[in-house]
Every structure is written in C-alpha cells, then in structure tokens.
T-cell receptor, first 113, second 115 residues
Framework: DADVTQTPRNRITKTGKRIMLECSQTKGHDRMYWYRQDPGLGLQLIYYSFDVKDINKGEISDGYSVSRQAQAKFSLSLESAIPNQTALYFC????????????FGPGTRLTVL | AQKITQTQPGMFVQEKEAVTLDCTYDTSDQSYGLFWYKQPSSGEMIFLIYQGSYDEQNATEGRYSLNFQKARKSANLVISASQLGDSAMYFCAMRDNQGAQKLVFGQGTRLTINP
C-alpha cells in the first residue's frame, strides 16, 4: 500500500464550487505540505503544517484553506474554485530529520471549468 | 533565496547508455540539501536521491548517482545503464532552510530513452 495517498485522483468541477482534496499518510511523519504544479512548471507551496496544531501559509495560499485533522490527515479546500486553479495538486510529508526528504502522494488532477 | 537551474529542456538517449542531467543551484546558505525527483507521465513525483552540502562523498542509490561539485554549485544526476522506464521528467530541487523549508524546484528535464 502507498505511504501517502490522495483522494480523489481526478476531479472536474465548475467555477464557484467548493472542493476538498484529501491526503492521508502512514509514514508517521509530522510535517505535511500541499503543492500545486501547473503544466510545464515546477511546484509551488500552498500550505504546510509541521504538526497538528501548526498551520502556515505558503507562497500561493489565496483561494485555499487547509485542515489538519490528525497527524496522518491534511485536507486542502478550494473555497470557490476558479479556472486558473486547474492544476496537479500534490500532498507531501517529511519527518524533519537530517535530510528532511519530502515524499509525495500520487497527485490529484483538478480541472475547473 | 535559493534558485535551481536546469538548462536541458529535453534529452534523448539510447537504451543502456549512461545519461547526465545537469543542475546548478544558487544559495547563500552553508548548510543545504539537494534532491532529485522523477515524474513519469502518470504524474506522481518520485524521490530518487539526496545530497547534503556537508556530505563528503557523492550520493548513490542503485543506478542513480549524484555528481556534486560544491565549488561550481552543481549537482548533476547520473543514470547508468538507462532503461525505457527511465523516460520521464526529472526535477532537481533544493530545500529552503527558512520558514516552511519548502522545496524549490528547477524547471525540469524531459528524458526520453530510445530503444
């Protein structure tokens, strides 16, 4: 079984709808991240959380919100989806050790019409 | 602020040949970490290899090795004996040691392995 899972894997929605993307991990990591990737580009950080009570904005948080329900779960919401939020969304986790390697989920392809 | 530069948008290599993917970085930090990730056409982001700035030896993981030249600020990925399954986008990344400690990615190199 995958260590980091994301649901849904694909989603098509309409402008103005509220959407929630979910991330779960079994790696036991404290740190979790949400990134988005636009076609042909690298990843940009949306939100991050270093533990259940710690939530921080990343570089492109406008239009998004998050919830850290437990150490293993970190959800991303689009309050009112717009077409330029069409992207590939990744959840990642890390344990804050010497390398602090981030391990990514499989991604959610979101299309906003 | 950290910056990663990958100057090869695309590379084509024959199966079983070795390939080097270039990565240069810019940082004012003395302590930093460098990563390579593989993104196949299916979209997932797969961690390949890590190199710490204070690591005395170049990192190796199976067929992957990292040619780390600190003075030149380069961290090239070497894939030995390439396979068709190596066809993918490859991203070099550096961890930002401030705040979020997010990963800063380069633009990526699309590697195509020809049979």
């Amino acid at each position: 079984d995958a260590d980091v899972t994301q649901t849904p894997r694909n989603r098509i929605t309409k402008t103005g709808k509220r959407i929630m993307l979910e991330c779960s991990q079994t790696k036991g990591h404290d740190r979790m991240y949400w990134y988005r990737q636009d076609p042909g580009l690298g990843l940009q950080l949306i939100y991050y959380s270093f533990d259940v009570k710690d939530i921080n904005k990343g570089e492109i948080s406008d239009g998004y919100s998050v919830s850290r329900q437990a150490q293993a779960k970190f959800s991303l919401s689009l309050e009112s989806a717009i077409p330029n939020q069409t992207a590939l969304y990744f959840c990642a986790t890390s344990d804050g050790d010497y390398t602090d390697t981030q391990y990514f989920g499989p991604g959610t392809r979101l299309t906003v019409l | 602020a950290q910056k990663i530069t990958q100057t090869q948008p695309g590379m084509f290599v024959q199966e079983k040949e070795a390939v080097t993917l270039d990565c240069t970085y810019d940082t004012s930090d003395q302590s930093y970490g460098l990563f390579w990730y593989k993104q196949p056409s299916s979209g997932e982001m797969i961690f390949l290899i890590y190199q710490g700035s204070y690591d005395e030896q170049n990192a190796t993981e199976g067929r992957y090795s990292l040619n780390f030249q600190k003075a030149r600020k380069s961290a090239n990925l070497v894939i030995s004996a390439s396979q068709l399954g190596d066809s993918a986008m490859y991203f070099c990344a550096m961890r930002d040691n401030q705040g979020a400690q997010k990963l800063v990615f380069g633009q990526g190199t699309r590697l195509t392995i020809n049979p």
